[in-house]
């Protein structure tokens, strides 16, 4: 599992009720600040037209909020749907970029970002093999799977950082999911299978 379920679901329902509550006082005040009746009895209507018209886009605002947090949750969803249908636990990230339609950038700054924030887990980024390594697919230390760099197997590793443990291939460098510091792992010696 990639979705981080309750982290996403409490954003989504913080901002949903947010937006409910926004619902009356937002149609009132661009009611008021559209309605030109309101304003003729007023000598100088302009001040009092623009603080309607303000108070309108700050009770408006929620509900752009949750059209964002609706397209972030159906991108993490999404993500997390491609990485459980991986079978080796290395996915490239040319790969996602061709799966989403977006730049290999973009897929990068945005997934990193969601690692970040705690929408998706169970995965770290490598910045040396530009692939997505997922922690719960990894076997035995010594596993190798195809696509993956020859003689690059995962070990457990604690963030610098946070102290999470994490999982990360050996002679490569990803950002912790957590709290995004660079985590380096020690290299691996394939002749005498032991971690340097």
């Given at each position: ?49 623009i603080t309607f018209l303000v108070l309108a886009i700050v ?48 897929i990068i700054s945005k997934v990193t ?84």
């Open positions: 599992m990639y979705l981080n379920k309750r982290r996403m679901t409490v954003s989504y329902y913080i901002w949903f009720i947010i937006t409910f509550i926004s619902v009356m006082p937002a149609v009132v005040f661009w009611g008021v600040s559209c309605d030109g009746k309101t304003y003729e009895k007023v000598d100088d209507p302009v001040p009092m037209r009770f408006t605002a929620p509900f752009v909020v949750m059209w964002i947090k609706g397209g972030q949750a159906f991108f993490v969803r999404r993500i997390s749907d491609l990485f459980t249908a991986d079978a080796d636990g290395f996915v490239p990230v040319s790969e996602l970029a061709t799966a989403m339609g977006m730049t290999e950038d973009k970002s969601h690692m970040r924030r705690g929408h998706i887990i169970n995965c770290n980024y490598s910045a040396h093999q530009k692939a997505f390594l997922l922690s719960d697919k990894i076997g035995t230390p010594t596993t190798m799977y195809q696509g993956a760099p020859v003689n690059h197997p995962f070990i457990g590793v604690h963030c610098p950082g946070c102290g999470a443990s994490l999982k990360i291939r050996a002679n490569t460098q990803g950002t912790c999911p957590y709290c995004g510091r660079l985590i380096i792992a020690p290299s691996f010696d394939p002749n005498t299978n032991k971690f340097k």
